[in-house]
Structures are given as C-alpha cells and as structure tokens.
C-alpha cells in the first residue's frame, strides 16, 4: 500500500510531496518540537542517520503551530535533514492515523509502505533499517554503493 501523499513546504519554502523521494528509502517522522520524546527520539536519528545517507532520506513533518521558530529550534540541536511544515494541515494527523508524536513510517525505494508505524529510534529502528537496506542491496547485487 501507499501512504497518503501530500504537499507540504520545507524550511526553504519549496513544497514537496512523497513524490520527491522515491528511489531512496523513505523513513518519515511526524514529530513536535516541543514534544521531549520527539527531540530525544530525532536526537538517536542524528547519531547515525550519516550511516545511511545513500540510501535513506529522512524527513520530518512538524505540526508546531509556528513552524519557523520549530525549525530553527530544531536546527540549532544539529538537527540536519528535510522538514516539512504539517502545522496547517489538520488532514495530516487524520490521513496518517496519528495518535501520538513522534510516530514514524518506514516506505520503500517506490514510495509503498515498509513498516507502520515503525519501532522508535530508541527500540530497534536502526537495526531494522539496516537489515531492510542489506536485503535490499544484496537482492539488487550491488553491496558496494
């Protein structure tokens, strides 16, 4: 299955959809940057996220009521990948079932759905994504990307 697609404006006020990331995977986080967990769980992404730069794009989508102020909290913890602004999107929390933050969803190369909800980075996320990618690069003979 395919999640809901949508179009939301990043930080650069480009808008975007879940169309402009395929051929990568595509681990998306529903997040707050006013919300602890969301911080300490964003906090485990950016310790290893590098690691999996070629092939998975992380993306964010905040619903703060004040986007530009959530961002640049965000950036200023180092935090360095795609955010998207959901705060005026109350379809968002409806299309994508969320009933807490963070909540995340692990799609693949073609935009289907991996896992949904996924483990949070502080379960066993990372392992899940590695063994995901290993499978995945192993199946397409090319380990050395």
């Given at each position: 299955n395919y999640p809901p697609d949508f179009s939301l404006i990043n930080s650069d006020g480009k808008p975007m959809s879940l169309k402009d990331f395929r051929g990568k995977y595509l681990l998306l986080c529903?997040?707050?940057?006013?919300?602890?967990?969301?911080?300490?769980?964003?906090?485990?992404?950016?310790?290893?996220h590098k690691k999996y730069i070629k092939d998975l794009q992380i993306v964010t989508v905040l619903t703060d009521k004040n986007f530009n102020a959530a961002t640049t909290l965000i950036k200023n913890r180092g935090f360095n990948w795609i955010f998207l602004n959901g705060s005026k999107k109350d379809n968002i929390e409806f299309n994508y079932d969320l009933k807490m933050y963070p909540s995340?969803?692990?799609?693949?190369?073609?935009?289907?759905?991996?896992?949904?909800?996924?483990?949070y980075p502080s379960?066993?996320?990372?392992?899940?994504?590695?063994?995901?990618?290993?499978?995945?690069?192993?199946r397409s003979g090319s380990e050395n990307r």
């Open positions: 529903f997040a707050r940057s006013d919300n602890p967990t969301s911080l300490m769980e964003m906090g485990i992404i950016n310790m290893w995340f969803l692990l799609l693949d190369r073609m935009g289907k759905i991996v896992a949904a909800p996924c483990s379960e066993d996320l990372e392992l899940t994504i590695s063994k995901i990618l290993f499978a995945d690069t192993t």
